[in-house]
C-alpha cells in the first residue's frame, strides 16, 4: 500500500503562484509514478501532470503545459506541483495519486491522497 498526503493549497489571486506537495509513504518502489490530478465541481477528474522515480520523466496535460511544473525529491519521497498563471479556472480539489506506470488517466492510479483545495480569486 501506498499513503499519500497533499498540502499547499489555499486562496490566490489570479496570475499567482503556487506550489502543492504530496508525501507518500508505504510500497512507493512498486508504484513508481506520482500523478497530479484535479476536480472542479461538476466536472469530471483530469489529469494534470506525472513523473516517475526511476528516471523522473514527466507527462503534462496540454491544459498545464508550460505553467505547471512537476518535480520531485526521492529522498524526501516528495513530489511537487509548482502553478504559475493560475486563472479562476484553475479552481478545484487537487488530488495526487500513485501507478505503477506513467499516465494521466485516473483509472490507473491504486492510491489517492485525500485532496487540498485550490481557489482562485480576486
Known amino acids: 500500500q501506498v499513503q499519500l498526503v497533499e498540502s499547499g493549497g489555499g486562496l490566490v489571486q489570479p496570475g499567482g503562484s503556487l506550489s502543492l506537495s504530496c508525501a507518500a509513504s508505504?510500497?512507493?518502489?512498486?508504484?513508481?509514478?506520482i500523478g497530479w490530478f484535479r476536480q472542479a465541481p461538476g466536472k469530471e477528474r483530469e489529469g494534470l501532470s506525472c513523473?516517475?522515480?526511476?528516471?523522473?520523466?514527466?507527462v503534462y496535460a496540454d491544459s498545464v503545459q508550460g505553467r505547471f511544473t512537476i518535480s520531485r525529491d526521492n529522498a524526501k519521497n516528495t513530489v511537487y506541483l509548482q502553478m504559475n498563471s493560475l486563472t479562476p479556472e484553475d479552481t478545484a480539489v487537487y488530488y495526487c495519486?500513485?501507478?505503477?506506470?506513467?499516465?494521466?488517466?485516473?483509472?490507473?492510479?491504486?492510491?489517492w491522497g485525500q485532496g487540498t483545495q485550490v481557489t482562485v480569486s480576486s
Open positions: 513523473i516517475t522515480s526511476t528516471d523522473s520523466s514527466t
Open positions: 495519486a500513485a501507478a505503477r506506470w506513467a499516465t494521466l488517466y485516473w483509472a490507473s492510479y491504486d492510491y
Open positions: 508505504g510500497s512507493t518502489l512498486d508504484y513508481p509514478t
